[in-house]
């Protein structure tokens, strides 16, 4: 019992408290800062791609389709193996892991906001713009909670594929959840169904939660 316990502590925090925190904690940690960047980054990238400005929205087009186009894998070795070229010195591996899973949420949450922005009927600016308000304004108070009520199952589904896309990170050396059951069924070959099981079902109990929270908060926005 007491192995057990010590296999799934290792699984969960990976070294902790004996050495750098792993394991799960590493790819709900990934998920949710990277997520919450990205939904930042995304709402600009939107609002520049869907300007009427070809300086503002050339650009912003050509970083969303260029990265959305390449793996997510891809990113994360530029940012890991390309970036230190140019900067001279390599990027420590969590913040490599950051930037590069932070671009992929940024250009997918962007194409999210676009999508909504544009189902918003011109009216609604109009409108908006009619009482006074300037054009921040009627993006914060009238337009984006729309958006944000039409787009909710959108951005659940993205974090639930985000969250499973951080286990990637384990291609450069971070010891994340899928790195850690590998590691522990190589020093323990008994465990080796056993760890890619428990692998599973934590990946499910998670995304479940997520997806079963985020229809609660949907039913209760649309109330």
């Given at each position: 019992m007491a192995d057990f316990s010590?296999?799934?502590?290792?699984?969960?925090?990976?070294?902790?408290?004996?050495?750098p925190v792993g394991g799960l904690?590493?790819?709900?940690?990934?998920?949710?800062?990277?997520?919450?960047?990205?939904?930042?980054?995304?709402?600009?990238?939107?609002?520049?791609?869907?300007?009427?400005?070809?300086?503002?929205?050339?650009?912003?087009t050509i970083?969303?389709?260029v990265v959305r186009a390449v793996?997510?894998?891809?990113?994360?070795f530029w940012l890991y193996f390309v970036v230190p070229l140019f900067a001279g010195r390599p990027l420590p591996i969590l913040l490599s892991a950051y930037l590069s899973l932070t671009a992929y949420s940024a250009v997918n949450q962007a194409e999210i906001f676009r999508g909504g922005l544009m189902s918003i009927p011109v009216g609604q600016w109009h409108a908006a713009s009619a009482t006074g308000l300037s054009y921040f304004q009627c993006l914060?108070?009238?337009?984006?909670?729309?958006?944000?009520?039409?787009?909710?199952?959108?951005?659940?589904?993205?974090?639930?594929?985000l969250f499973k896309d951080t286990s990637v990170v384990y291609i450069i050396g971070m010891i994340d959840l899928t790195r850690m059951s590998r590691m522990l069924s190589q020093r323990m070959p008994d465990m080796f169904i056993l760890s890619h099981m428990l692998v599973a079902a934590l990946f499910f109990i998670?995304?479940?939660?997520?997806?079963?929270?985020?229809?609660?908060?949907?039913?209760r926005l649309s109330r």
């Open positions: 010590n296999f799934m502590r290792l699984l969960l925090v990976g070294q902790y408290p004996n050495g904690a590493i790819n709900i940690f990934l998920a949710v800062i990277t997520m919450a960047s990205g939904f930042v980054l995304g709402l600009l990238l939107a609002l520049c791609r869907t300007s009427k400005i070809f300086i503002v929205s050339g650009p912003a970083l969303i389709e793996p997510l894998v891809l990113v994360v914060l108070y009238v337009i984006l909670p729309q958006v944000l009520k039409v787009m909710m199952p959108s951005f659940a589904g993205f974090l639930i594929s998670i995304c479940f939660a997520v997806s079963s929270l985020f229809k609660k908060w949907e039913a």
